[in-house]
């Protein structure tokens, strides 16, 4: 309240500042995240960077990048694995990013449990100077957020021209 103005990424968040903090709507301006579109675009080398990646050239692959929080529910999307392998069996998951050892270790036993170990790779820490192939990878980008502001993630798979399946949470719908 001592500001002259605040900036916020997302309307959802101008609203989370005003309802949960009292703070003056007015001072609050919307500057959505961005991305730089020279490193985030389409490249036609598909197959050679999977093998980089060390991926399948011939699976269809869904990506997730992110901290693994349980606010990213990765849950959800580990659970949703089985069902689109019925339909689909030529697909592997992949996940990219780190979080807490000890959530890491509650994803890999999930994915255990789930008997879908095979059909899903956990790629820990991806270098940033790495994630613009990374996304030219694959042929789906996912978050099954819980919750989000307005996640660079999305703005980096669009950008890089790789169609996006999300939940509606959150500054989401908002692009």
């Given at each position: 309240?001592?500001?002259?103005?605040?900036?916020?990424?997302?309307?959802?968040?101008?609203?989370?500042?005003?309802?949960?903090?009292?703070?003056?709507?007015?001072?609050?301006?919307?500057?959505?995240?961005?991305?730089?579109?020279?490193?985030?675009?389409?490249?036609?080398?598909?197959?050679?960077?999977?093998?980089?990646?060390?991926?399948?050239?011939?699976?269809k692959?869904?990506?997730?990048?992110?901290?693994?929080?349980?606010?990213?529910?990765?849950?959800?999307?580990?659970?949703?694995?089985?069902?689109?392998?019925?339909?689909?069996?030529?697909?592997k998951?992949?996940?990219?990013?780190?979080?807490?050892?000890?959530?890491?270790?509650?994803?890999?036993?999930?994915?255990?449990?789930?008997?879908?170990?095979?059909h899903?790779?956990?790629?820990?820490?991806?270098?940033?100077?790495?994630?613009?192939?990374?996304?030219?990878?694959?042929?789906?980008?996912?978050?099954?957020?819980?919750?989000?502001?307005?996640?660079?993630?999305?703005?980096?798979?669009?950008?890089?021209?790789?169609?996006?399946?999300?939940?509606?949470?959150?500054?989401?719908?908002?692009?």
């Amino acid at each position: 309240n001592r500001s002259d103005a605040l900036i916020a990424v997302s309307k959802y968040t101008v609203n989370e500042l005003t309802d949960l903090y009292g703070i003056n709507k007015n001072k609050v301006h919307v500057i959505y995240n961005g991305v730089d579109t020279e490193l985030f675009r389409p490249r036609p080398n598909k197959t050679e960077l999977r093998q980089e990646f060390g991926l399948d050239p011939e699976k269809k692959i869904v990506l997730f990048v992110g901290r693994l929080y349980h606010r990213k529910g990765l849950e959800t999307l580990l659970q949703s694995v089985p069902p689109v392998l019925k339909e689909f069996s030529n697909v592997k998951f992949v996940i990219s990013g780190t979080g807490f050892k000890q959530k890491e270790e509650q994803l890999h036993n999930l994915a255990k449990e789930l008997d879908i170990e095979d059909h899903v790779k956990f790629l820990g820490y991806v270098p940033d100077e790495k994630l613009p192939l990374l996304y030219s990878t694959s042929d789906i980008f996912v978050l099954p957020a819980i919750y989000e502001n307005f996640p660079f993630a999305i703005l980096e798979a669009q950008s890089t021209g790789v169609p996006v399946i999300s939940t509606k949470v959150g500054g989401i719908p908002e692009f």
